[in-house]
């Protein structure tokens, strides 16, 4: 059947296409279908060990079949009695070589049962690997990052700096280093609209007004780009942007999480995020503050909100859990996220076991949960309310201002003073009435200043409960005293106590630190942020590839969440190599390093991609082009809102928002049950970094545009492209009340005719003029509208009534089509495509 | 099913099909695929040789029984746990055992509170709560020594549909449809319900539908009884179907005349998604109108049309079916019987036995039961010590419990494995839950050894790293 046909077809389309990640699985093998000139050990040999050999032969030593290893040099080469595993130049010495071409199918290696055959390619790429030499190489992730020499272009025009450089010159070479590959040019420079769309997504998170894109296009000078990215950096909603990744990488969210999923409060958090990002704070301190506020001599408050790093993690007080158990299910999360953060290693892998991948050891595991065994959040289980927000001490109170603290803790004195009082005044009547029940006349006056005392009471409790709600609780870090024990949990068993009792310290291959005392938190973080020794510097890869991400799309190495041996090797080692450097020699300044990318030619290249690219580079590795890609789910938001004129975008920070939501969706949260009511202020319409985050229920829109439910560190978002997600930019009310304020600026703000008001709206959503095909298409919707609107005054009304922001003008058929048209701009992949 | 086959792909420019699967094929593979030697589906870079063999069942209907029903009051009669109600549990059974709210407390036997009968040609035990069940004693295969490693009720969940209690893996929905596609255009292929009813519920949690690291299209959407049935897929007020279709052609003619000018394979998956959910703004309405249901069949479950009911879901679940949805996830909430065990058992049964038997025996009148696997139970089971929260109860319990497998591939009728003397730990024949995930992909022509999807440098699989194994003594 026809239908039939259509729709296999279809739907292997979108299971293709839907999305990137998907089909980028096994790309990994794509370049290996041809023999590069030279052979690199960590491009070409390591990630075929580690992916087919190293569960065996790795650093596992409970699954190491033999005696042979290959993750070390010395394991590789190893005399293992009357044979090699890997003799240098002799391929016909080396056992390895034997077994994985052995026709015997007890010999092959790998075992056929594994499933991980090798390909002929791989088989060839080791042979040639032992060949040439067995040239062996430290995994790349784990080497201090060098500053080589620049290398020599051909075309020493084209490059604004020394990134330009470096992958002009790995272009001209032809990209991967296959012999006899033809020169890949450049994409030419992004029109200029392009240009500054993309750059205000990408460091703000806004779009470009059309006054400023007029102006950045009409700027014949120099330094016309450079100045909007030193404006734009300087910008309050910088932080706001980049906080949104943080957010992910961190798991900030404003529900415990587990069960019966409450409120916590942890707000003031992401203030603080947004503040350290706007203010340029060294990621050296920035980290400092996160694991380790509280253990700083005399923290301040800021400190102490940003130790609330420390309980961003999902927690639980359901009925009947064991407290051992969510101790260990917490320090797992904990060495989970620190490691994937800062390390961009996935050391949670340990836990049961030695990692079978990298080097890190279930020890390691353990040692990097030591250090958050002072952490004191264990109150809860007993404490953990079924209230909104629930109970997670230990909480502070913050004050926006000093003088509502002062006078919040002027009332909090006065009460403890006037509680004093009455218990005073409440014993002495006791005793009197006991002593002196029978004399009438003594009990009077303790009576009545008893009953005086208690107005004055409850006056001040009222008065505090207002002074408390002009601050904001928030979850912070204190230390324990005495640190909770931590022992090794053999196969990750909470209830085996026989493992042996760790001391808090950092992976033995990477360290291990040496204190002469207990290690803590701020140990830990001073590691990974130590620009004079490697640590900081693996440090500073991992950060300098996700910022590169951030601006190109992808990362130099693709893996942003794992620098293992089973991650992707970086396509320009050398180029990371120097970003991670720069932002250790600037003292890891964040804005500088996202300045120095902006401003390549590089990034500032076309994202249009020719067929060749296409085919030879999908994943743009090779960074001959920019990348275009749908904008995530919060700046999608953000984007309506300010098309339409609604964003509320005048203050920085402040409490959890809530926009519409569909009713009922948390029908099925319990423990309280939940009633959901969107905000109804000004509130409703700010920006999608504040929106509430309820792990288990994330707003429907966020989730449907792949924001995660922070559960645990997200690196990289997906890029889905859903019919789910059409329904949402289709029907979600805020984006149909943002489409209805849309056609109210149309028609206020521009002239009579329509093709003059659709330029304009034009213009607002997508920075440019329609063409006359476009005019045409949407006219006709807009004809077609109208009419149907001005014989149907029942229609107009219900589309009047969508959303709680009165429209000044009275609402008619004509704004009624317009709102039509103005939905059709907010969903024009165009407008929701950062390109 | 494959994903492509070559004539498919034939329909399909070839230049646009590859740029759109957006992967680099390699020259070699681009050649192949052009002279169509090499299937899309195992060029593509997605996976997979799937199936990896003949499947028996086409799609998934898991009635989840959350909360946790006691194995001890349905499927699994101990006349030893009648014969010492009463005495103190002997420690044998409990000592070094994770214990959820009897922490601390002394632990007494609890008798059965349900009469058990036997059915069916085997004679399958089952209480007195369950007469529908009863009658279907011939068409299920009960599982009466499964093992789970969650004692509590949300990393319990996670662990069932996900195999690990770590947040943000796939969903088995996810898996499998990630595994074999859908066979619908205008519906997802993994649709979740969670019925109203019952007692005070514990909370689910959307984690337990949610397709973790694989693409988001892969997620389970979803479907609400009562009110919208799907979040946004009601035209906004005021906007006829008309309109809403004309808005919809304007996008995606646009977005034709953007892609144009700047190709991009995005652009085209895009105007497919955008055709699709007005595909879905048409079918869901229609799926959930049972104007077309003869009187006896909206009867035989029990359904009343938007009434949210686990009697309603099971209707709607044999519609999805009909419709091609391959993973259809049923929820029912308030199985948590820590005390007023009598009482809530006899609450939830009334709410379940009989739609449960409905939706099976419809499937098989329709000759649909042999191309779908139904799977009956909760996230664990219950103790066979007393707990008293009011009235005699059982708390969570994760050593034994019961669950039944019914439709193409399984063995009717018959039970399998056991638990000890007292319902404690599963003894005979031990179905750990990976046991059931491989069991459950082999029915679906997926080998699961084979099944792995990489993230964070690993090949991940549905059944995790632990041994697990196809349970091939309920296979015919």
């Known amino acids: 059947m026809h239908l039939t046909g259509h729709i296999f077809r279809f739907s292997a389309i979108l299971l293709l296409v839907l999305n990137g990640k998907a089909a980028s699985q096994d790309l990994k093998n794509a370049p290996s279908e041809m023999m590069p000139s030279t052979i690199s050990f960590n491009r070409d040999i390591r990630p075929i060990l580690s992916d087919k050999c190293f569960h065996c032969h790795g650093p596992d030593e409970a699954s190491r079949a033999t ?10 080469f190893a005399n293992l009695g009357d044979y090699f595993a890997v003799v240098a130049l002799k391929p016909d010495q080396s056992e390895l070589i034997a077994r994985i071409q052995s026709d015997d199918e007890y010999e092959l290696m790998p075992p056929p049962e594994t499933g991980k055959p090798l390909t002929a390619n791989e088989v060839q790429l080791l042979t040639r690997w032992v060949s040439e030499g067995a040239v062996w190489d430290a995994h790349w992730a784990y080497k201090s990052p060098k500053r080589g020499k620049l290398p020599e272009v051909r075309d020493s025009s084209w490059g604004n700096n020394w990134i330009d450089q470096m992958v002009l010159a790995r272009l001209e070479k032809g990209g991967m280093d296959f012999p006899g590959s033809n020169p890949i040019h450049p994409s030419p420079p992004a029109d200029r609209t392009t240009l500054i769309r993309r750059i205000y997504f990408d460091l703000i998170g806004l779009p470009p007004t059309p006054a400023q894109v007029k102006k950045f296009v009409a700027d014949p000078s120099e330094n016309a780009f450079e100045t909007v990215v030193d404006e734009l950096l300087a910008s309050p909603h910088f932080g706001e942007r980049m906080a949104i990744y943080w957010l992910d990488l961190v798991r900030f969210a404003d529900t415990v999480g587990y069960h019966g999923d409450q409120d916590h409060n942890i707000a003031p958090y992401r203030d603080w ?61 904990r060495v989970r996220n620190v490691s994937m953060v800062w390390m961009g290693a996935t050391v949670g892998c340990a836990q049961c076991h030695d990692h079978k991948y990298d080097p890190f050891t279930a020890k390691d595991f353990y040692s990097m949960a030591a250090f958050f065994a002072d952490v004191d959040d264990e109150k809860h289980f007993r404490v953990g309310t079924n209230r909104l927000p629930t109970s997670r001490p230990p909480e502070i109170l913050i004050f926006k201002d000093r003088k509502s603290k002062q006078s919040y803790e002027r009332t909090k004195l006065e009460l403890q003073a006037i509680n004093r009082k009455w218990k005073q005044a409440k014993a002495k009547r006791e005793a009197g009435a006991s002593q002196n029940q029978n004399d009438t006349s003594l009990s009077c006056s303790p009576e009545e200043s008893l009953e005086a005392l ?101 990362g130099i190495s693709q893996s942003l969440d ?70 995530p789910a919060e700046i999608i938001r953000d984007n309506a809102l300010a098309i339409s ?169 004509e704004l009624a089509a317009w709102t039509s048209v103005c939905r059709v701009l907010l969903n024009l992949d165009e407008t929701i495509t950062r390109n | 099913m494959n994903r492509v086959d070559s004539t498919q792909v034939n329909s399909v420019d070839r230049r646009t099909f590859l740029s759109r699967s957006g992967v680099g094929l390699g020259a070699l593979a681009l050649q192949s695929l052009l002279n169509q030697e090499t299937s899309a589906a195992s060029s593509d870079g997605i996976n997979l040789d799937l199936p990896h063999h003949t499947p028996k069942i086409k799609r998934v209907i898991f009635l989840c029984m959350a909360g946790g029903p006691s194995h001890l009051e349905t499927f699994d009669y101990k006349p030893e746990l009648d014969r010492m109600n009463g005495n103190p549990m002997p420690e044998s059974f409990t000592q070094g055992q994770p214990i959820a709210q009897l922490q601390g407390q002394q632990l007494r036997v609890q008798g059965h509170l349900a009469k058990f009968n036997r059915y069916g040609q085997q ?169 077309d249901e003869p009187q006896h069949i909206l009867d035989m479950y ?10 309603t879901n099971c209707l709607l679940a044999r519609r999805l079916a009909e419709r091609g949805v391959r993973f259809i996830h049923l929820y029912h909430r308030g199985w948590d019987h820590h005390g007023d065990l009598d009482k809530y058992m006899k609450v939830c049964c009334r709410l379940t036995d009989q739609p449960t038997w409905a939706l099976l025996t419809d499937l098989k009148q329709r000759g649909m039961l042999d191309e779908t696997l139904i799977i009956w139970g909760g996230e664990f089971g219950r103790t066979p010590m007393f707990q008293g929260k009011g009235g005699v109860g059982r708390d969570h319990h994760i050593k034994g419990f019961s669950m039944w497998m019914a439709g193409g591939g399984i063995r009717p009728g018959i039970s399998h494995g056991g638990t000890d003397e007292l319902g404690y730990h599963s003894v005979d024949n031990i179905v750990h839950v990976r046991d059931l995930h491989a069991t459950m992909l082999h029915l679906l022509g997926i080998d699961h050894h084979r099944f792995t999807y990489k993230f964070q440098g690993l090949d991940v699989k549905l059944t995790g790293v632990e041994p697990a194994h196809v349970v091939r003594d309920i296979l015919v």
């Open chain 1, 562 to 631: 794992d620098f293992g041996g089973q991650g992707k090797p970086p396509v320009y080692p050398e180029l990371l190599d120097r970003l991670a450097l720069q932002l250790i020699d600037t003292d890891w300044n964040l804005k500088a390093l996202l300045k120095t990318i902006a401003t390549s030619k590089t990034y500032r290249q076309s994202s249009e991609s020719s067929d060749w690219l296409r085919l030879n580079d999908p994943y743009n590795q090779w960074f001959a082009r920019q990348s275009k890609y749908r904008l």
């Open chain 2, 123 to 291: 004679g399958q035990t089952i209480s007195d709560y369950l007469p529908w069940h009863a009658k279907m004693a011939d068409d299920i295969c009960i599982i009466k020594s499964m093992v789970t490693e969650q004692i509590n009720h949300d990393p319990a969940h996670t662990f069932m549909n996900t195999g690990t209690q770590i947040s943000g893996r796939p969903s088995m929905g996810s898996w499998v449809n990630y595994g074999l596609g859908s066979e619908t255009d205008e519906l997802p292929g993994f649709v979740v319900m969670s019925s109203v009813g019952g007692r005070n519920p514990q909370p689910i949690a959307s984690r337990q539908w949610s397709s973790g690291f694989l693409p988001s299209q892969f997620q389970g959407v979803e479907f609400n009884g009562r009110g919208n049935p799907v979040h946004f897929v009601k035209n906004p007020g005021g906007i006829s179907s008309k309109h809403q279709k004309k808005l919809i052609d304007t996008i995606c003619q646009l977005n034709q005349i953007r892609n144009r000018v700047s190709p991009d394979p995005e652009i085209e998956t895009r105007i497919a998604a955008y055709e699709m959910a007005f595909r879905m703004q048409t079918a869901v309405p229609q799926l959930i109108d049972f104007a």
């Open chain 1, 273 to 333: 995020v947004i503040n350290a990002f706007n203010q340029n704070m060294p990621f050296d301190e920035f980290t400092r503050q996160q694991l380790a506020g509280d253990l700083l001599p005399e923290p301040t408050v800021q400190q102490k909100i940003a130790s609330g790093y420390n309980r961003l993690l999902q927690t639980s007080h359901e009925g009947g859990l064991q407290p051992k158990e969510y101790t260990a299910i917490y320090q797992a999360d």
């Open chain 1, 454 to 554: 208690d107005k004055e009471k409850k006056l001040l409790e009222s008065k505090l409960r207002a002074l408390e709600k002009q601050g904001s609780w928030t979850m912070v870090t204190q230390a324990l005293q005495q640190p909770r024990v931590t022992r090794l949990l053999p196969r990750g068993n909470w209830l085996d106590e026989t493992g042996p009792v760790v001391q808090p310290n950092v992976p033995e291959f990477l360290g291990p630190l040496e204190l002469g005392r207990r290690a803590n938190r701020l140990d830990l973080a001073n590691w990974l942020v130590d620009g004079d020794s490697d640590s900081g510097k693996l440090t500073a890869r991992v950060l300098a590839n996700r910022l590169w991400y951030l601006l190109m799309g992808v």
């Open chain 2, 302 to 311: 029990g359904a009343v049309p938007g009434d949210g009911s686990f009697a």
């Open chain 1, 67 to 76: 005696e042979l290893r290959l993750d070390t040099q010395e394991g590789a």
């Open chain 1, 645 to 813: 004129g609604l964003l509320e975008s005048s203050s920085i920070g402040g409490q959890s928002v809530k926009p519409y939501q569909p009713a009922g969706y948390y029908q099925h949260l319990n423990f309280p049950k939940r009633a959901y009511q969107h905000d109804r202020d000004l509130k409703q319409w700010r920006r999608g970094v504040y929106v509430h985050w309820q792990r288990q229920f994330l707003h429907p829109t966020l989730k449907a545009l792949d924001a995660p439910s922070r559960e645990e560190c997200t690196c990289e978002r997906p890029r889905s492209n859903t019919p789910l997600a059409a329904l949402a930019l289709l029907n979600d009310p805020s984006f149909v009340e943002a489409a209805k304020h849309f056609a109210t600026r149309v028609l206020d703000e521009s002239d009579d005719d329509f093709k003059t008001r659709l330029t304009w709206a034009f213009e607002l959503s997508v920075s440019r003029s329609p063409t006359p095909s476009e005019v045409d298409v949407i006219e006709s919707l807009y004809r077609q509208a109208l009419s149907e609107f001005q014989s149907d005054q029942n229609a107009v009304n219900q589309i009047s009534k969508i959303g709680d922001r009165a429209v000044d003008d009275p609402f008619d058929a």
